[in-house]
């Protein structure tokens, strides 16, 4: 059933309100307000239908269960945000490689008035191999900038093995040769 919003005037103790009714017209929500209030129809004004995005759960029922706040968006943006963060870091090579051909191929349309997406004019068709070129070698540079971060910020790489003990003397004659099968 669609709400009403409208302006009563309640007397001068209360002074003019704003009430919201449950009505199936406009006229069932001021006779509904001169119900509920005791006021005569002079005293309400500005009647008008709520639209259903500002009513308070979105249902038109009349019922007023309050949702609070809880709405998953934040939520869903968080974990969002947290997998993009994962595939940076996991996939850092790849990620900066498309990201840099995609960032190559929008600047040099910008700069040589091609549309991003969308076939080409016959006379812009002469700026392609030169476009998808400049695009490899900044896939390809940002590739290397993306393994280099992977190496060395987000540390993928396994550490490299160093010995437990730095030996300063020669390994005895028999450890060198291996160990030997003689049975005591």
Do not use: K
């Given at each position: 059933?669609?709400?009403?919003?409208?302006?009563?005037?309640?007397?001068?103790?209360?002074?003019?309100?704003?009430?919201?009714?449950?009505?199936?017209?406009?006229?069932?929500?001021?006779?509904?307000?001169?119900?509920?209030?005791?006021?005569?129809?002079?005293?309400?004004?500005?009647?008008?239908?709520?639209?259903?995005?500002?009513?308070?759960?979105?249902?038109?029922?009349?019922?007023?269960?309050?949702?609070?706040?809880?709405?998953?968006?934040?939520?869903?943006?968080?974990?969002?945000?947290?997998?993009?963060?994962?595939?940076?870091?996991?996939?850092?090579?790849?990620?900066?490689?498309?990201?840099?051909?995609?960032?190559?191929?929008?600047?040099?349309?910008?700069?040589?008035?091609?549309?991003?997406?969308?076939?080409?004019?016959?006379?812009?068709?002469?700026?392609?191999?030169?476009?998808?070129?400049?695009?490899?070698?900044?896939?390809?540079?940002?590739?290397?900038?993306?393994?280099?971060?992977?190496?060395?910020?987000?540390?993928?790489?396994?550490?490299?093995?160093?010995?437990?003990?730095?030996?300063?003397?020669p390994l005895p004659p028999a450890a060198e040769n291996g160990p030997s099968n003689?049975?005591?």
């Open positions: 059933m669609p709400q009403y919003q409208a302006d009563v005037w309640l007397g001068s103790n209360s002074g003019r309100q704003r009430v919201t009714v449950s009505a199936s017209s406009l006229n069932g929500a001021v006779e509904q307000i001169c119900t509920i209030y005791h006021v005569n129809d002079t005293a309400i004004w500005n009647v008008r239908e709520v639209p259903r995005r500002f009513l308070a759960n979105g249902n038109d029922d009349g019922s007023h269960a309050d949702t609070g706040d809880a709405s998953p968006g934040g939520g869903v943006v968080l974990v969002g945000l947290l997998l993009v963060l994962w595939v940076v870091a996991r996939f850092t090579p790849e990620v900066f490689t498309f990201a840099g051909a995609i960032a190559a191929w929008w600047l040099l349309c910008r700069l040589r008035g091609l549309p991003f997406t969308g076939p080409l004019e016959p006379d812009q068709r002469r700026w392609l191999p030169g476009t998808v070129v400049i695009c490899f070698l900044a896939a390809l540079l940002m590739f290397q900038v993306g393994l280099h971060l992977q190496r060395h910020v987000f540390n993928d790489a396994p550490p490299r093995a160093q010995p437990a003990v730095p030996r300063s003397e003689t049975n005591p």
